[in-house]
C-alpha cells in the first residue's frame, strides 16, 4: 500500500524559507511522477510543482516559479520542496501525491495517491 507522510510545514514569516519532505513507501517509484498540491482557506487545491521519479524533469506553478525547488533523494524515497521568499498568499496546507497516469502536471493533473498535508503558514 502507498503511503506519503509530509513533514516540515510551520509558521513562518514574509521572505522567510521553509522545507518540506515527502517520505513515500509501499512500492517503487520508478516510473511515476510525484507532485506538490496545496489548498488555501476557501480555495480550491491547485498544483504547486512535480517531479518525474526517473529522468527527474520538474514542472512548476507560475506562482512560485523562482522560489520552489522540487526534488528527490533516491536512497531515501523521498521528495522535497525548497521553498524560498514566502510570501503570506503562499500559506495554505500544502499535500504530497503520487501519479502513474500521463498529466502529471498543471491545472489537470491527475494523482492517485495523496498524503495527509501539512500545514504552512506564512506571517506579513
Known amino acids: 500500500q502507498v503511503q506519503l507522510v509530509e513533514s516540515g510545514g510551520g509558521l513562518v514569516q514574509a521572505g522567510g524559507s521553509l522545507r518540506l519532505s515527502c517520505a513515500a513507501s509501499?512500492?517503487?517509484?520508478?516510473?511515476?511522477?510525484m507532485g506538490w498540491f496545496r489548498q488555501a482557506p476557501g480555495k480550491e487545491r491547485e498544483f504547486v510543482a512535480a517531479?518525474?521519479?526517473?529522468?527527474?524533469?520538474?514542472s512548476y506553478a507560475d506562482s512560485v516559479k523562482g522560489r520552489f525547488t522540487i526534488s528527490r533523494d533516491n536512497a531515501k524515497n523521498t521528495v522535497y520542496l525548497q521553498m524560498d521568499s514566502l510570501k503570506p498568499e503562499d500559506t495554505a496546507i500544502y499535500y504530497c501525491?503520487?501519479?502513474?497516469?500521463?498529466?502529471?502536471?498543471?491545472?489537470?493533473?491527475?494523482?492517485?495517491?495523496w498524503g495527509q498535508g501539512t500545514q504552512v503558514t506564512v506571517s506579513s
Open positions: 517531479l518525474k521519479w526517473s529522468g527527474g524533469s520538474t
Open positions: 509501499g512500492r517503487t517509484f520508478r516510473g511515476y511522477a
Open positions: 501525491a503520487a501519479t502513474y497516469g500521463s498529466i502529471w502536471y498543471g491545472p489537470l493533473a491527475d494523482y492517485n495517491y
